[in-house]
T-cell receptor, first 114, second 110 residues
Framework: DAGVIQSPRHEVTEMGQEVTLRCKPISGHNSLFWYRQTMMRGLELLIYFNNNVPIDDSGMPEDRFSAKMPNASFSTLKIQPSEPRDSAVYFC????????????FGEGSRLTVL | EDKVVQSPLSLVVHEGDTVTLNCSYEVTNFRSLLWYKQEKKAPTFLFMLTSSGIEKKSGRLSSILDKKELFSILNITATQTGDSAVYLCAAGGGADGLTFGKGTHLIIQP
């Protein structure tokens, strides 16, 4: 079975550039989560969707970050403009709606902003 | 604000030793406590605990939850070098996302 698929796996960009990270959740999973992981702060929840609707975006650091889920099989996380402090690994995770158990993680997108 | 605190943050032991990793949590409408193992890529699921006092076991790994003290431990017996990883504890408050601790970085020396 295909797991959560993220792209790109690695992205190196310069400060001020736009970055778009992509995620395809597991088929049939109605809830999708974006996390950011850094050494200093660990795994932080940025935003999550239920049935393509954003439920809680209180973890989004600032207006430079935006996320969309146009359909059940695709989500994007956009940073515009990017800054060096955005450098981190961004994970997408999914699970069936209403399920309170484990999240299924993608392999992550490692972002480096120079 | 929901909070999960893990200790120790790092631990170095020798192969064959037994280790105990700690996790305390404060989560609104707590439903479940989860342990993950992370080795340089995506976290992989180990255990989910929802009831106090019931040990979950998988090979050399075991975990237990204390809902009165808001605490969980993860034990690894007869450690091997392949157990070296970051162990993440997470608490869930229902249909919302999980709140993660910063993890325990475990190094097993041969």
């Amino acid at each position: 079975d295909a797991g959560v698929i993220q792209s790109p796996r690695h992205e190196v960009t310069e400060m001020g550039q736009e970055v778009t990270l992509r995620c395809k959740p597991i088929s049939g999973h109605n809830s999708l989560f974006w996390y950011r992981q850094t050494m200093m702060r660990g795994l932080e929840l940025l935003i999550y969707f239920n049935n393509n609707v954003p439920i809680d975006d209180s973890g989004m650091p600032e207006d430079r970050f935006s996320a969309k889920m146009p359909n059940a099989s695709f989500s994007t996380l956009k940073i515009q403009p990017s800054e060096p402090r955005d450098s981190a690994v961004y994970f997408c995770a999914s699970r069936p709606e209403g399920f309170t158990g484990e999240l299924f993680f993608g392999e992550g997108s490692r972002l480096t902003v120079l | 604000e929901d909070k999960v605190v893990q200790s120790p943050l790092s631990l170095v032991v020798h192969e064959g030793d037994t280790v105990t990793l700690n996790c305390s949590y404060e989560v609104t409408n707590f439903r479940s406590l989860l342990w993950y193992k992370q080795e340089k890529k995506a976290p992989t699921f180990l255990f989910m605990l929802t009831s106090s006092g019931i040990e979950k076991k998988s090979g050399r790994l075991s975990s237990i939850l204390d809902k009165k003290e808001l605490f969980s431990i993860l034990n690894i017996t007869a450690t091997q070098t392949g157990d070296s990883a970051v162990y993440l504890c997470a608490a869930g408050g229902g249909a919302d996302g999980l709140t993660f601790g910063k993890g325990t970085h475990l190094i097993i020396q041969p």
